[in-house]
């Protein structure tokens, strides 16, 4: 801390999240949701099932740990 100012940090934290100087989590959010969409287009384009239960199952096991563990 400079003159009353939070400085830039660019580094994660500990806990394996990112954070920027204004304590946003704006960054890791995107990077998130930008592998989970990979990973949804990804599995549409592997299968051409159109089985409800065979894409929750897919979902749950493929796209669902990245937004529930990712940090």
């Known amino acids: 801390m400079v003159n009353g100012s939070i400085d830039s940090i660019i580094s994660p934290i500990p806990s394996g999240v990112p954070q920027d100087s204004h304590l946003k989590f704006d960054s890791h959010i995107a990077e998130t949701s930008s592998l989970a969409i ?11 099932s159109r ?21």
């Open 38 to 48: 990979l990973r949804c287009s990804q599995l549409l384009k592997s299968f051409r």
């Open 51 to 71: 089985s409800l239960p065979l894409y929750k199952h897919l979902f749950n096991t493929y796209v669902l740990p990245v937004l529930v563990f990712q940090f």
